[in-house]
């Protein structure tokens, strides 16, 4: 008897977990994020790095520069996603990455191209 009061109770209470979840599954949770919001102005931060970027010169027949557009190009979508959700920490360290890489690869890129200008 204890046996079939055990399975009554066992299969009630899964019906129940299974008609709330799909009840549920309609509405918005707090784990979701709402990355579908695209009207939303992104960061000035990433703004800024993408003007930087936009105007930089890469020369893509050499490897490193090549790897270097890929790279900020990475990051600049990483901090957008990261905008696009509230993720503060993660827009900010993404950014910094960006920016890091676009300044080294300015202050390179304008060395021996200024010393090709000198020539």
Known sequence: MNILR???SASLISAGIMIAGLL???TNLISQANAGNTDKPY???IIKIETIYNS???DFNRKSHLLRNARISYY???AKQADLRNWEFQRDDMVNRAKSILIHHQQNYVHTSSEFASL
């Open 24 to 26: 549920m599954s309609g």
């Open 6 to 8: 055990w399975i009554f």
């Open 43 to 45: 960061h000035p931060s």
């Open 76 to 78: 600049l979508k990483q």
């Open 56 to 58: 930089a010169e890469f």
